[in-house]
C-alpha cells in the first residue's frame, strides 16, 4: 500500500527525499536542462506571503522510500475555486497507482479547502 503524505519543506530530510523524486524526473525529461533547483522549490514550499501555496507530497512505499511526489498548488488571493497538481513519479515505480494515489490524495486535499477544479 502506498502512503501519501505531506512534508514539512523544514524538515530538511524530508525535503531531500521529495526533491530527490523532483530532481531525477526533471532530468529524465530534459536531461541537458538545468531542472528546478533545490533553493528555488525549497524557497516556493517555504513561501508564507506570496500568491501560491505549495503542498509537497510523497508517496511512499511500504519500505518508506519516496517513489513518487506531487506539488499541489493553491492561490491565496484569486482563483479560490482553483488547484494545481504535479505529478512525478520514478521511472521504475509507474504503472502501478502511485500517480493516481497522489491524485486522489490532492484532489481530496483541494476539495476540504472548497476547490472545485484540479
Keep these: 500500500m502506498i502512503d501519501i503524505v505531506q512534508i514539512d519543506p523544514r524538515d530538511e530530510a524530508a525535503f531531500d527525499e521529495w526533491f530527490g523524486v523532483l530532481e531525477a524526473t526533471d532530468f529524465e525529461r530534459w536531461p ?25 507530497l510523497a508517496a511512499r512505499h511500504p519500505d518508506g522510500r519516496v517513489i513518487g511526489i506531487g506539488d499541489l498548488e493553491t492561490y491565496r488571493h484569486e482563483n479560490a475555486h482553483l488547484a494545481r497538481l504535479d505529478v512525478r513519479v520514478l521511472p521504475a515505480e509507474r504503472r502501478r497507482g502511485v500517480g493516481t494515489s497522489i491524485v486522489n490524495a490532492a484532489g481530496d486535499m483541494a476539495r476540504e479547502e472548497g476547490r472545485r477544479e484540479l
Design 32 to 56: 541537458d536542462g538545468p531542472g528546478w533547483q533545490r533553493h528555488e522549490r525549497l524557497a516556493m514550499a517555504r513561501n508564507e506571503e506570496g500568491p501560491e501555496i505549495h503542498r509537497c
